[in-house]
């Protein structure tokens, strides 16, 4: 029998995200279930598991988004806190990697990498974290601290987060927990022992969690910018990007590719993994029109006003969404939209763009906003899908995506059933997965444990 | 008239509480951090239909002092997160209440609240909360942002002594707990409305800031997570003094003490009645349940638990040390025991297995059958939230308008 792997084409990495906030979810669809009901992340993580992907992710919220000073109310809005919800997740999946984002501002290093071995003891090695920092004194009102970062620190402040967790799950070495009755011995002497004086933390004593099964759970980064680059090449397994378009992608994928070197990487030490949707019907063209109507629900005519509110800071609530774009300029330095990451910077230069595009195509508001929304990423019938996905990867753009489904929780099934068996056909997608752990999906190495010396007692 | 049947919990804590459990001829000490040695135990438990288990934890390595670390490395060292822990057997059972320790002095009183939120919808209304202080000064250490009461060995003999030092400690744990509440009440139960024809899915009318402002903190809310199934799932605090009896009377649902017997029980249950008042609590619109605790090492041979405990005694070098009265005997010495400790006032108790899986199955297969042919506990579950073990009403949420 000849395995697929056998073919010498790149593997494609394949991962989920139940879509939290933002207008993807279509949830006036009949068919859309609850977005907090533990079913509905049973079912997708289940189906993700079944179409033998390599994890599955969930962001993280900390604070509702606000719109013109009122929690906004037009997407879907009312999540998990997402390491709990994994580790139940952990219990009706046997093999699929379990990734969460974690905020590295509003937590200390001893608890999150305490959770996180946690998660990876409990999954049998199956955790990864996505290490995100916060500069907003918005969400910061909602913790002890209310403190937030100068947004130049960001980078540095998570650096050594990373750095502080990773001394803690090294501080127990392999073999550590002994548990040996004859001998009395439970633990190795000085099992935990650690210290970390830093810039940012100062922190000692013992970690109470044995090493996790992976060495260290993964390490997931997502940002686009120069220093969030490095960032990535330097410290993650994985990086998540927005960049979906072939030539934006590769030109991405390259760059960040090239940084590894210089930190003593190999190429393959880290996935470059864009968010992608994908619209899959019988036809291209039944495919098309799904598309057309999805991404028309995802901006209803409310939507689309809330859209050009935020780009320009102010009340458009008296214009019709099918009915040409406001003359007026935008209001300087207001913040209509709080906790979201949209349109946060040159607001003037995206009303600009947008009003010139609208003008030059005729465009509604509601047609505009949609137009710039961006529509689907793979849209058409499975063989169109399969093969441009594996186009995308083989042509470097992409170790491979975050799927985000439109629909709640059966917005994979299709994909799953119609797609992951032509992309198995082709050799570029596993059948079965191969090892128990998400390191072995990922293809990436253990991390080595440091030699178990008794450490002295300080 | 008969009395109402006896809620009984059971306490899980590594390979049970007598120090050298790991030891016992059946333990599983490799099995610690393992899933499924957590799941088989709360099995166990839900097959002996009792109201809910616990999840002990600490933010430091386990110690044989009181209040600071120690270098033994003949007893179970290391832990995992007991709120993760519990949401990993939630999906693997069906009725038996999740109630995990969760740290208020070093974590982020949000955090806490979504998290047994998201524990609560996993567990479709079966999750409760252990909230717990730092008593141990080196905790701090670990985070690094400020510091402890630091307790000396002549505190440590007086349980009074230990709770007026760290009463600093509980009354920001009981403004946590304040917290963690108004974030579960933040939302409205009917917040989500999925209103295609004004494209609204939530009505934000229902969705309120809780603006909290304390001493310590402020959390301005609302909640990322709806309120849970629950609306308020049960907040239950172990108690050995004045001072963690009024944050049991301000902050919880039901205390767990730890008597020596009968009288000791009617004495402690006074001392809470007095925190009661004190804290001006309503105990008919909010009631707060008492549960004792007793360590117990269970066989069904006379004799024979006594000689299993004494066997682990000699293994630890001492006779095993503990704040709750340690039993050793039959299931039906136990029962006995429970029923008569009852009359003092007690809604249930809280066992410790002296060593796992041993001392649970004991309970589940031995004084669980004992009790019910004394009519005095459940013959099957008649609910499915942790509340309806309790026989709890669920709450409204306190920012919905009156109607």
Known sequence: ???????????????????????????????????????????????????????????????????????????????????????ALAAVTTRLGLAATVNATFNEPYEVARRLATLDHLSGGRAAWNVVTSFDAFTGENFRRGGFLAESDRYARAAEFLATARELWDSWAEGDVRADAAAGAFVRPGAGRFAHHGEHFAVSGRFTTPRPPQGHPVVIQAGESGPGREFAAAEADVVFSKYNRLDQARAFYRDVKSRLARYGRTPDQLKILPTATVVVADSDAEAAAYADEITRAQVS????????????????????????????????????????????????????????????????????VIEVSGGQTFVGAPGTVADAIDHFVQTGGADGFVLVPHLTPGGLDDFVDRVVPLLQEKGVFRRDYTGPTLRDHLGLRHEPAPAPVPKETP | MTAPPLHLAVALDAAGWHPAAWRAEDARPADLFRAEYWADLVTEAERGLLDFVTFEDALGVQSAAFHRPDDRVDQVRGSLDAVLLAARVAPLTTHIGLVPTANLTHTEPFHVSTGLATLDYASTGRAGLRPQIASRAADADHFGRRTTPRLTDEDVRDPERIGRRLSPLFDEAADAVEVVRRLWDSWEDDAEIRDAATGRFIDRDKIHHIDFEGEHFSVRGPAIIPRPPQGQPPVMSLAHASVPYEFAARAADAVWITPHDRAGAEAVLAQVDTAVRRTGRDTRARPLLRFAEVLVFLDAEPGAAARRKARLDDLDGAPLASDAEVFTGTPGELADLLLDWREAGLDGFRLRPGALPHDLVGITRGLVPELQRRGAFRTAYDATTLRGHLRLPRPGSRYARAS
């Open chain 1, 1 to 87: 029998m000849s395995g697929p792997e056998t073919t010498g084409r790149k593997q494609i990495h394949l991962a989920a995200q139940l879509p939290g906030i933002h207008n993807v979810t279509v949830w006036s669809d009949p068919r859309s279930r609850s977005q907090i009901a533990f079913e509905s992340f049973r079912h997708l993580a289940r189906t993700a598991e079944r179409g033998r992907f390599d994890f599955f992710f969930l962001a993280e919220g900390l604070r509702l988004r606000e719109h013109k000073g009122q929690l906004y109310d037009l997407d879907v809005v009312g999540r998990p806190e997402n390491l709990t919800q994994l580790s």
């Open chain 1, 301 to 368: 005519p409310q939507t689309a006003i809330a859209h050009l509110e935020a780009v320009w800071g102010r009340d458009l609530s008296g214009y019709d969404p099918d009915g040409p774009l406001p003359d007026i300029d935008p209001a300087p330095d207001a913040q209509m939209l709080k906790g979201h990451s949209l349109f946060r910077r040159d607001r003037d230069e995206i009303a600009r763009g947008w009003r010139a595009l609208a003008e030059e195509r005729q465009l509604s508001i509601r047609d505009l």
